[in-house]
């Protein structure tokens, strides 16, 4: 994912600051996403959000993808002391993160009405581009209307140009220095007129606070409580208006034991929250970081066996156009579910779909550059075979130097962990160990300083994951994360196919007349019943 340039004029000048909530253990990929995407310096992280710096405009904002919400930062500081203070005392700090700096509050205000701005005349310029003969008729209507007001005027200029040339002499001589101060009393004037115009417009503001507490503090201090103590203060600083059903303005307050967050959500619908799909599976954020991770070049051939929904190629196809996806699953009830996310996000001829299980993939040995999946934890669909005998199957029909990103539950991590590691010679075990990033290993129970870098962070070698990951044959382990997916946790893990992994002289390749496997076929998301001899044809792009 390469840089994309600022465009001159439709961001904040100097750069704005900026934070993205995301789900623990994402952290690492947001900050690459957005030093890659929005040319972002100062990338600093805490747990569960990532601090950017940006020139970059609303359009550009809203293409991250690894991020929950995204907000402007208005305040960060160190948490409120709670143990052995006073309701009142406490209360009083927190009214001084309006008091105390109320100039930074305006200028993220100002920051904030300007993006929104610069976004909307665009938005309105594009419609107008739209309508191109409603656009000309106008300007062409608009044309005549000054040309008839140029010749009406110049008629009047040549009956009085003499007398107004004399009348103007006549008002220099006698004022002389008066005009000089006249204008600098007129600049002032003005300036003063804005300011009240800009005053004015702030008074008009509504809002509403929008509080989360947690640790020891929302032990002492109610959510509801706190919004409303720094609502007041806001309606005391500024004049601003509380309006908790349609406000122009929502303040976000994070207070917990290790830092006390201020900020304002620049879109009121979540980063996270894709309107390209209908029916939502794997969360977005962790399907986005799982193809990322997989290093995706055009051309490639991208496998997910046990697509689901989909929800895994409908991030990659979006990001990564130029390749030929593929995704299988044996539940017709998922794959129809993916069919109409397909229709829906408009990647019907992008992705194609098969019926067939994941142990008996119709494809040739070593045919696939790319394997990414979500293998199910067992709670709504069963597995039904062993982690081994699916991994020997990903295995067989990855190419040598191909990739394998997995989300796997703590127990299939757990299982491959403790597994014999019989399957490779020792000394060909650590091979990868050169390999940039690979000691890469975020772990999120291990809470970050405030102004910790990524640099500082991720660059220092979390490589204990790594260590506890054994080769599963040929597949040689190269990063693990472990992440959140609410209420449980779970590891995404990548692995590089080492070498071949001689499964086809062990007799893992079925006999068939023909390479290829028959099954089901989906095509352009619409499910096809073929007959059980007909055979898949896989086109490689060129």
Same mark, same amino acid.
């Given at each position: 994912?390469?840089?994309?340039?600022?465009?001159?004029? &439709?961001?904040?000048?100097?750069?704005? =600051?900026?934070?993205?909530?995301?789900?623990?253990?994402?952290?690492?990929?947001?900050?690459?996403?957005?030093?890659?995407?929005?040319?972002?310096?100062?990338?600093?992280?805490?747990?569960?959000?990532?601090?950017?710096?940006?020139?970059?405009n609303?359009?550009?904002?809203?293409?991250?993808?690894?991020?929950?919400?995204?907000?402007l930062?208005?305040k960060k500081?160190?948490?409120?002391?709670?143990?052995?203070?006073?309701?009142? !005392?406490?209360?009083?700090?927190?009214?001084?993160?309006?008091?105390?700096?109320?100039?930074?509050?305006?200028?993220?205000?100002?920051?904030?009405?300007?993006?929104?701005d610069?976004?909307?005349?665009?938005?309105?310029?594009?419609?107008?581009?739209?309508?191109?003969? !409603?656009?000309?008729?106008?300007?062409?209507?608009?044309?005549?209307?000054?040309?008839?007001?140029?010749?009406?005027?110049?008629?009047?200029?040549?009956?009085?140009?003499?007398?107004?040339?004399?009348?103007?002499?006549?008002?220099?001589?006698?004022? @002389?220095?008066?005009?000089?101060? =006249?204008?600098?009393?007129?600049?002032?004037?003005?300036?003063?007129? $804005?300011?009240?115009?800009?005053?004015?417009?702030?008074?008009?503001?509504?809002?509403?606070?929008?509080?989360?507490? &947690?640790?020891?503090?929302?032990?002492?201090? /109610?959510?509801?409580?706190?919004?409303?103590?720094?609502?007041? $203060?806001?309606?005391? +600083?500024?004049g601003?208006?509380?309006?908790?059903?349609?406000?122009?303005?929502? %303040?976000?307050?994070?207070?917990?034991?290790?830092?006390?967050?201020?900020?304002?959500?620049?879109?009121?619908? /979540?980063?996270?929250?894709? $309107?390209?799909?209908?029916?939502?599976?794997?969360?977005?954020?962790?399907?986005?970081?799982?193809? *990322?991770?997989?290093?995706?070049?055009?051309?490639?051939?991208?496998?997910? /066996?046990?697509?689901?929904?989909?929800?895994?190629?409908?991030?990659?196809?979006?990001?990564?156009?130029?390749?030929?996806?593929v995704?299988?699953?044996?539940?017709?009830? +998922?794959?129809?579910?993916?069919?109409?996310?397909?229709?829906?996000?408009?990647?019907?001829?992008k992705?194609?779909?098969?019926?067939v &299980?994941?142990?008996?993939?119709?494809?040739?040995?070593?045919?696939?550059?790319?394997?990414? *999946?979500?293998?199910?934890?067992?709670k709504?669909?069963k597995?039904?075979?062993?982690?081994?005998?699916?991994?020997?199957?990903?295995?067989?029909?990855?190419?040598? @130097? #191909?990739?394998?990103?997995?989300?796997?539950?703590?127990?299939?991590?757990?299982?491959?962990?403790?597994?014999?590691?019989?399957? %490779?010679?020792?000394?060909?075990?650590?091979?990868?160990? #050169?390999?940039?990033?690979?000691?890469?290993?975020?772990?999120?129970?291990?809470?970050?300083?405030? &102004?910790?870098?990524?640099?500082?962070?991720?660059?220092?070698?979390?490589?204990?994951?790594?260590?506890?990951?054994? /080769?599963?044959? *040929?597949?040689?382990?190269?990063?693990?994360?472990?992440v959140?997916?609410?209420?449980?946790?779970?590891?995404?893990?990548?692995?590089?196919?080492s070498?071949?992994s @001689?499964?086809?002289?062990?007799?893992?390749c079925?006999?068939?007349?023909?390479p290829?496997?028959?099954?089901?076929?989906?095509?352009?998301?619409?499910?096809?019943?073929?007959?059980?001899?007909?055979?898949? +044809?896989?086109?490689?792009?060129?």
């Amino acid at each position: 994912m390469a840089a994309v340039p600022r465009d001159a004029g &439709s961001g904040p000048a100097a750069g704005a =600051r900026f934070f993205c909530t995301a789900g623990r253990g994402l952290e690492p990929f947001l900050m690459r996403e957005v030093r890659a995407r929005l040319a972002a310096t100062q990338v600093e992280y805490i747990s569960g959000k990532v601090f950017f710096t940006t020139c970059s405009n609303l359009n550009m904002l809203k293409k991250l993808k690894s991020a929950e919400r995204l907000f402007l930062l208005i305040k960060k500081q160190f948490p409120f002391t709670v143990s052995s203070v006073s309701k009142g !005392k406490i209360y009083n700090e927190m009214q001084r993160l309006i008091n105390d700096d109320p100039e930074s509050w305006l200028n993220a205000i100002s920051i904030w009405k300007n993006l929104l701005d610069v976004d909307a005349k665009k938005e309105k310029l594009s419609q107008r581009d739209a309508n191109p003969l !409603k656009r000309n008729v106008e300007e062409n209507d608009i044309i005549l209307a000054k040309k008839l007001k140029t010749e009406q005027m110049e008629e009047i200029q040549e009956n009085r140009e003499c007398q107004l040339e004399k009348q103007i002499e006549e008002e220099i001589l006698e004022q @002389g220095d008066f005009i000089t101060e =006249r204008e600098q009393f007129q600049e002032e004037f003005e300036s003063d007129v $804005a300011k009240a115009a800009a005053a004015r417009n702030q008074s008009d503001l509504t809002f509403r606070v929008s509080c989360r507490c &947690s640790g020891a503090i929302a032990k002492a201090f /109610p959510a509801q409580e706190v919004g409303r103590v720094i609502g007041i $203060a806001l309606m005391k +600083q500024f004049g601003w208006k509380a309006d908790l059903r349609n406000p122009n303005l929502e %303040i976000f307050i994070h207070l917990n034991d290790i830092y006390s967050v201020v900020g304002i959500p620049v879109f009121r619908v /979540p980063l996270a929250s894709r $309107a390209y799909i209908r029916t939502a599976g794997l969360r977005s954020t962790i399907a986005w970081a799982m193809a *990322s991770l997989a290093e995706i070049k055009a051309g490639a051939f991208v496998l997910d /066996p046990m697509c689901g929904l989909g929800t895994i190629l409908l991030e990659a196809a979006k990001e990564w156009p130029d390749v030929y996806y593929v995704g299988a699953d044996v539940s017709n009830s +998922q794959l129809l579910g993916a069919c109409d996310n397909l229709k829906t996000a408009g990647l019907k001829d992008k992705i194609e779909l098969l019926k067939v &299980s994941v142990i008996e993939l119709p494809l040739p040995s070593e045919s696939v550059d790319i394997i990414i *999946s979500d293998i199910p934890f067992g709670k709504k669909f069963k597995l039904g075979k062993d982690i081994k005998s699916i991994l020997q199957e990903m295995e067989r029909v990855l190419h040598v @130097g #191909g990739t394998v990103v997995l989300l796997l539950s703590e127990d299939h991590h757990r299982r491959l962990k403790d597994r014999e590691q019989s399957s %490779i010679p020792v000394s060909s075990q650590g091979s990868h160990t #050169g390999e940039p990033g690979i000691e890469k290993c975020l772990n999120p129970d291990e809470e970050p300083s405030v &102004s910790e870098t990524v640099s500082s962070s991720f660059e220092a070698g979390h490589q204990e994951c790594i260590d506890k990951m054994p /080769p599963f044959g *040929s597949l040689v382990p190269v990063e693990c994360y472990r992440v959140s997916l609410g209420k449980t946790g779970a590891f995404i893990c990548k692995y590089k196919k080492s070498h071949s992994s @001689g499964l086809e002289q062990a007799g893992h390749c079925r006999p068939r007349s023909s390479p290829y496997a028959s099954a089901v076929q989906l095509e352009g998301g619409c499910l096809q019943d073929l007959d059980s001899a007909t055979e898949l +044809q896989v086109h490689r792009l060129p």
